[in-house]
């Protein structure tokens, strides 16, 4: 079932209106702007794209990475349903799995049934317990030649947080958003960013494509099913995966790196731990 609705994902990621040569030149982008706020995204997304593409001469690899479950141990989805929905729910993920709403719309929809009070809702951020050596990773990352950016299906409102407390300041490919108490977390999708895709917010894999054109080396890190096509795009000695998507590519029979926290990663390219030693390769 999952394998099913993973091609249906990528087929219907070759038809997104928003694939195309601008998305993959990284150019372009709705360029709408509603409000001001969506204005001063604008211009900080626009600050970002010229940051990096200055930072794409000064590193010649760059680490792309899943958020959620990756560089955290635990996903806020996870965290959240549990605890904060409202009851009698339809099922999303059902409508999703029969591929009658994006994933997008399955994530937005249910995180719009959260009921608490956001400061409640901004103690589940704790709980995510980040990689406790963040900061330092991506700065023995970036000695080494190794630029970050986050790319993630999930939402800024708990993304942007977690790495201002850890101190790092990296590009984040993400859906913004806002708490309502009404609302709940209100998801929208990144519509000025050039990987913007009605499928899962991000366009993850269109992200890894754009950076395959600038950089020597590309490498990506995830754990779950909106990475695997963005996992495959990378070579084997580069893919890193935990959870679903390890599962996915040994059944696969494709080649990856097994972490088990984000720091193993770093460490491995950064060439301050062990290699292949640590490796796992789909059997
Ligand atoms: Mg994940």
Same mark, same amino acid.
């Given at each position: 079932?999952?394998?099913?609705r #993973?091609e ?5 990621r070759?038809?997104?209106? %928003?694939?195309n040569?601008?998305t993959l030149l990284? $150019?372009?982008? &709705?360029g709408?702007?509603?409000d001001?706020?969506?204005n !001063? ?6 600050r970002?794209t010229r940051? =990096?593409?200055?930072?794409?001469? @000064? ?9 959620? /479950? ?18 009698g729910?339809p099922?999303?993920w059902?409508? %999703?799995? @029969?591929?009658? *709403? ?5 994530m937005?929809? *249910?995180?719009?049934h959260i009921?608490?009070d956001?400061e409640?809702?901004? @103690?589940?951020?704790g709980?995510?317990?980040?990689? +406790? ?15 970050v950016?986050?790319?993630? @299906?999930?939402?800024?409102?708990? *993304?942007?947080p977690?790495?201002?407390? =850890?101190?790092?300041? $990296? !590009?984040?490919?993400?859906c913004?958003?806002r ?14 960013? +050039?990987?913007? &895709?009605?499928?899962?917010? *991000?366009e993850k #894999? ?5 950076a395959l054109?600038r %950089? !020597?080396?590309?490498a990506?890190?995830g754990?779950g099913l909106?990475?695997?096509? #963005?996992a495959l795009?990378?070579? +084997? ?5 935990r959870?679903?998507? =390890?599962?996915?590519?040994g059944?696969? /029979?494709e /080649?990856?790196?097994?972490?088990? !926290?984000?720091?193993?990663v770093?460490r491995?390219?950064?060439?301050? /731990?062990?290699?292949s030693?640590?490796s796992?390769?789909?059997?």
């Amino acid at each position: 079932m999952k394998q099913q609705r #993973a091609e249906v994902t990528d087929m219907r990621r070759l038809r997104s209106p %928003y694939l195309n040569v601008s998305t993959l030149l990284g $150019v372009g982008g &709705s360029g709408r702007c509603r409000d001001r706020s969506r204005n !001063r995204r604008s211009r900080v997304n626009a600050r970002e794209t010229r940051v =990096a593409s200055k930072l794409a001469i @000064a590193y010649d690899s760059i680490l792309i990475t899943d958020f959620d /479950g990756t560089v955290t141990r635990n996903d806020f989805y996870a965290l959240v349903v549990p605890r904060f929905l409202e009851d009698g729910l339809p099922d999303y993920w059902g409508r %999703y799995f @029969a591929g009658e *709403i994006t994933h997008f719309e399955a994530m937005r929809s *249910i995180f719009s049934h959260i009921r608490t009070d956001e400061e409640t809702l901004r @103690a589940v951020i704790g709980e995510m317990e980040p990689e +406790p050596e963040l900061a330092a990773c991506v700065e023995a990352l970036r000695r080494a030649g190794w630029d970050v950016e986050i790319v993630s @299906a999930g939402c800024r409102w708990y *993304i942007d947080p977690i790495l201002e407390a =850890a101190g790092v300041n $990296v !590009r984040v490919h993400a859906c913004p958003g806002r708490f309502d108490p009404e609302r709940g977390l209100v998801m929208e999708l990144p519509e000025d960013s +050039p990987y913007a &895709s009605r499928e899962t917010g *991000i366009e993850k #894999a269109a992200v890894v494509r754009d950076a395959l054109g600038r %950089y !020597r080396r590309v490498a990506f890190a995830g754990d779950g099913l909106p990475d695997l096509e #963005a996992a495959l795009l990378v070579e +084997p000695g580069l893919r890193f995966a935990r959870g679903w998507l =390890a599962k996915e590519l040994g059944r696969r /029979g494709e /080649g990856f790196r097994r972490f088990g !926290r984000w720091a193993e990663v770093a460490r491995a390219l950064a060439g301050e /731990g062990p290699q292949s030693e640590d490796s796992d390769r789909a059997k």
